[in-house]
């Protein structure tokens, strides 16, 4: 499986951004998929999950109430919807899946996307 994260760029303070992730293979719809997203001088965090039918979905304190997570299994894609926007969202986000369910901690993933870069201003 290949996973290709696309949509990032450069929004102010208090809008919103969508982020997408387009993944290769027949097997998308059987992957628990989560965003991870890593800010300069930090370490990778977890930003969201959701479960292989998109029934659960699950989220960092710090983005819980703006950001939501969704998938659309026919057309092999995630996606991250990014409203409220705060300077301290700026990072790379990276999508990822999972064989097994989604999970807050990036060993439980086994495949990565490139990142995709999410810039917000004051």
């Known amino acids: 499986v290949q996973l290709q994260a696309s949509g990032g760029g450069l929004v102010q303070a208090g809008g919103s951004l969508r982020v997408s992730c387009a993944a290769s293979g027949h097997t998308f719809s059987r992957l628990g998929m989560g965003w991870f997203r890593q800010a300069p001088g930090k370490e990778r965090e977890f930003v969201a999950g959701?479960?292989?039918?998109?029934?659960?979905?699950f989220y960092a304190d710090s983005v819980k109430g703006r950001f939501t997570i969704s998938r659309d299994n026919a057309k092999n894609t995630v996606f991250l919807q990014m409203n409220s926007l705060k300077p301290e969202d700026t990072a790379v986000y990276y999508c990822a899946g999972s064989r097994k369910v989604a999970a807050t901690i990036s060993e439980g993933y086994d495949y990565w996307g490139q990142g995709t870069q999410v810039t917000v201003s004051s």
């Open positions: 959701i479960s292989w039918s998109g029934s659960s979905t």
